[in-house]
């Protein structure tokens, strides 16, 4: 391979990294090679491409299925150093340290706070709804390992798989075109996180008002009012009278 075609692979791999609509490179491999290729760089539209490559080069959901875990396990070989670079500075550099507590706080926003952070079912669902890196971040948090928390997440991530792999078949057979198939999927897979989070958050909790209660206001009584003694001019001391003289 020369400079040129290293050049070309380059600039048309960075054109399909941030641009869904552009095609692959030219000098991507195909078949199941290819597919999971797309599925661990998640290059183009991610998971819809792959599986529109996959159905074209004659592969079974199954085998998808199959590679798409393996996506899976390279991702986590991949992060859990990287996360545990992180966890181990963010107890050093603040700034890191606050980022990690905002990610605990977005955590409780997808509903995971209380007793579904620490469940199983809390864990898939926060994976499912945001990504599997989250989702072991947030199992970290929880207080799961490296197994058991990796696990959680790529269940998650795998039931987010086999929707997006389902309705993406389904639409293409609908629809017939796999430039208009990737568009539909991809907006799905883009509002469906948000609704799940939507549904899940918590809703706020009322104060009740605290009942009013009557107050008795006393007044000092007439006997109990202190009294007021005058001298008179002759010395002898007198009391005086609210009232008038009579």
């Known amino acids: 391979m020369s400079d040129a075609d290293l ?15 552009a095609p692959l490179p030219t000098l991507w491999p195909g078949g199941a090679w290819g597919v999971f290729l797309v599925f661990v760089t998640q290059i183009g539209a991610g998971i819809p491409l792959g599986v529109i490559m996959g159905r074209n080069a004659g592969l079974s959901p199954a085998v998808m299925a199959a590679l798409y875990l393996g996506s899976d396990v390279v991702l ?15 107890r050093r550099v603040e700034f890191l340290g606050r980022l990690g507590n905002r990610l605990a706080r977005f955590s ?9 952070v620490r469940g199983p079912l809390g864990l898939i669902l926060f994976s499912f709804s945001v990504s599997p890196t989250a989702g072991r971040a947030a199992s970290e948090t929880a207080g799961h390992g ?24 389904w639409v293409s057979s609908l629809i017939g075109d796999d430039r208009l198939t990737i568009g539909a999927v991809l907006l799905a897979a883009w509002l469906l996180p948000m609704l799940i989070r939507r549904m899940r958050r918590p809703a706020p909790a009322s104060v009740p008002a605290a009942p009013l209660r009557a107050v008795a206001v006393t007044t000092p009584s007439a006997s109990r009012l202190p009294r007021k003694v005058t001298t008179t001019h002759d010395g002898r001391r007198r009391r005086a009278s609210r009232g008038l003289h009579r």
Do not use: H, K
């Open 146 to 169: 490296f197994f058991s928390g990796w696990s959680l997440a790529i269940i998650g991530d795998m039931a987010y798989f086999g929707l997006i792999m389902a309705s993406t078949l």
């Open 76 to 90: 986590a070989l991949v992060m859990e150093p990287m996360l545990a670079f992180l966890r181990w500075l963010g």
């Open 7 to 21: 050049t070309t692979l380059a600039n048309q791999f960075t054109r399909a990294v941030f641009d869904p609509t």
């Open 108 to 116: 409780g926003a997808a509903g995971l706070q209380g007793g579904g």
